[in-house]
């Protein structure tokens, strides 16, 4: 088994977004709704405009692994002047290869990307799967992260 590594690209978008709800599902989503299509107008949208990036591990032509940033703009601060911050989403290996360190190198070629994109941080809300990948990464809690849903 030989894992390669390149960019999502629009023709790959049905199998991430397959992977997307399945890594929501295993994190325990429960709603009954139809995400495709929402998924795939984000995706499409910001792939084009340079806001989102995915890096995809694939197994020969079989994608295995995915990752996934989004680039976005809030007022700058001190330790981020630009403003500018990575989302990280979409972190999913299938679940017959993990704890091969596929999950650590998508982690390194979407964090890379972001650098590249002049942010001065990345965010994750991360799963319970995915608190040792990030903090042995170096990404460190933040105990103020507060979320209102409407």
């Given at each position: 088994m030989e894992i390669t590594y390149r960019?999502?690209?629009?023709?790959?978008?049905?199998?991430?977004?397959?992977?997307?709800?399945?890594?929501?599902?295993?994190?325990?989503?429960?709603?009954?709704?139809?995400?495709?299509?929402?998924?795939?107008?984000?995706?499409?949208?910001?792939?084009?405009?340079?806001?989102?990036?995915?890096?995809?591990?694939?197994?020969?032509?079989?994608?295995?692994?995915?990752?996934?940033?989004?680039?976005?703009?809030?007022?700058?601060?001190?330790?981020?002047?630009?403003?500018?911050?990575?989302l990280l989403s979409s972190m999913f290996t299938d679940p017959d290869h993990r704890r091969q360190g596929i999950a650590k190198k998508l982690l390194s070629l979407v964090v890379e990307e972001a650098r590249k994109a002049g942010c001065g941080a990345v965010h994750i809300t991360a799963s319970d799967m995915g608190v040792l990948l990030y903090t042995d990464f170096g990404f460190k809690k933040n105990g103020n992260f507060m979320c209102y849903n409407f």
């Open positions: 960019k999502l690209e629009e023709k790959d978008l049905d199998t991430f977004i397959t992977m997307r709800i399945t890594q929501l599902r295993e994190e325990g989503a429960t709603e009954d709704i139809d995400l495709r299509p929402n998924l795939a107008d984000y995706y499409k949208r910001h792939m084009a405009d340079g806001t989102f990036v995915s890096w995809l591990a694939l197994d020969g032509d079989r994608i295995i692994g995915t990752s996934g940033m989004s680039i976005v703009e809030k007022p700058p601060y001190f330790s981020c002047p630009s403003g500018k911050l990575g």
